[in-house]
């Protein structure tokens, strides 16, 4: 297998593919009156590995997938699943659980990557990163590795937002739980779970929310105070194809109380990641579960928490249609219009006031959305909007 080297590790939760749904209508009023366009492309190579780390991927067997055969001798730089943008060019991206479930993925270390976008050169540099651990036990419950280095069979992590002091957030599906680490990946303080839910993995046992259901998407308002964070899936008992939006103050580093509802257009439907606008709207990226030619729905949207229609709902605009990108330069050598077909899109978040970066999770070696039969590599888009944001300025300064 050629291998490209590079700082970094990463993972990914895998979707299993759905029947292709037919995409629902778009109300006149959830329409942005310009089209959203492609304004950069680059990607970074589904078979790159960080030199000289562990080996990886033992518990998938020894059959082909998508081409690629594991296990592998280095850990797997990919499954993009939460994006931080940094003020020097550079991006702070975290890989999730590893292969798709707790069963396969002990030997997938979870880790920060530190990458860097050349849009001239149409490719993603791996720059540095770091990996995640426990050293001070705040973990209740036993972990794979006696050194506390936490794997994908502990914690499935799919969101990050970073704080004014440097620390970061994230967002699991396990418990659902929201993790706090320090800026060398170390955990300072025990997993916070959401009250009254729990996912199967968690160990209290009873659970109401489905598999990789969990913290999808977490961002930080932009006063830095408080935490938004969107379960992926449906709570038991909840109308179905709506998630809750639960806020979480920062200060006091517990769950509030005070949540909202966002109403997927189907049921069968997700979320892929939020960023926030300013106090009272975000970004949200919307999903089906198919790849390549059967994707019918993968959208940006602008969720607004006033709810001025009073449905009791978060009011949605579309400001994108990932399948639908004007391309008429042609950038990166790509298509006109250009799509971004893939499985799994978790990476949002916002670099000036009109224009967005996107990125997908590749699931190495599993999804294969561009070009059926081989693995997905990682690719970073920027977006321009048909509209400006008017975002916060808070927002637009954060590094």
Do not use: C
Not at 164 to 180: C, Q, R, V
Request: aromatic content about 6%; hydrophobic content about 40%.
């Amino acid at each position: 297998m050629r291998r490209t080297l590079a700082a970094g590790l990463t993972l990914l939760t895998v979707t299993a593919l759905a029947t292709p749904i037919s995409a629902a209508p778009v109300e006149a009023s959830r329409k942005a009156p310009g089209r959203a366009a492609l304004t950069n492309f680059a990607s970074l190579p589904a078979l790159t590995f960080l030199p000289g780390s562990e080996p990886s991927g033992s518990a998938l067997g020894t059959a082909p997938i998508n081409g690629v055969t594991p296990p592998f001798a280095d850990q797997p730089v990919q499954g993009f699943s939460g994006l931080v943008r940094n003020g020097d060019g550079t991006f702070d991206a975290i890989s999730d659980n590893g292969y798709g479930t707790r069963a396969n993925s002990a030997d997938f270390l979870l880790r920060i990557h530190r990458i860097a976008p050349d849009f001239a050169e149409n490719t993603v540099d791996v720059v540095g990163g770091i990996t995640l651990t426990d050293p001070r036990g705040h973990i209740p419950f036993p972990l794979t590795r006696p050194d506390r280095v936490i794997t994908g069979a502990d914690l499935d992590i799919e969101s990050v937002t970073r704080g004014a002091d440097g620390t970061y957030w994230m967002g699991d599906e396990f418990g659902p739980y929201l993790l706090h680490f320090d800026r060398a990946g170390r955990l300072v303080s025990p997993p916070v779970p959401l009250p009254g839910v729990r996912a199967p993995e968690n160990p209290a046992g009873n659970p109401n929310l489905g598999g990789s259901k969990g913290f999808e998407g977490i961002t930080l308002s932009p006063d830095g105070k408080r935490i938004n964070a969107l379960l992926e899936g449906t709570v038991a008992g909840d109308a179905p194809g709506t998630l809750r939006l639960n806020e979480f103050d920062v200060a006091s580093a517990a769950f509030t109380g005070t949540t909202w509802k966002y109403r997927l257009e189907d049921p069968n439907f997700a979320i892929g990641d939020a960023i926030a606008v300013d106090a009272n709207r975000l970004l949200v990226i919307e999903r089906d579960s198919a790849q390549g030619a059967d994707a019918i729905v993968k959208r940006v949207y602008l969720a607004d928490k006033r709810d001025r229609d009073r449905d009791g709902e978060l009011d949605k605009t579309l400001v994108a249609d990932l399948l639908d990108l004007a391309n008429p330069k042609h950038v990166g050598g790509q298509a006109n219009p250009f799509r971004f077909p893939f499985v799994t899109i978790e990476d949002v978040t916002i670099l000036d006031d009109r224009t967005i970066a996107v990125l997908n999770d590749n699931n190495f070696p599993s999804s294969s959305g561009r070009n059926p039969g081989k693995p997905d590599d990682n690719e970073f888009i920027t977006i321009r909007l048909g509209e400006n944001l008017h975002a916060d300025p808070r927002v637009l300064r954060r590094r």
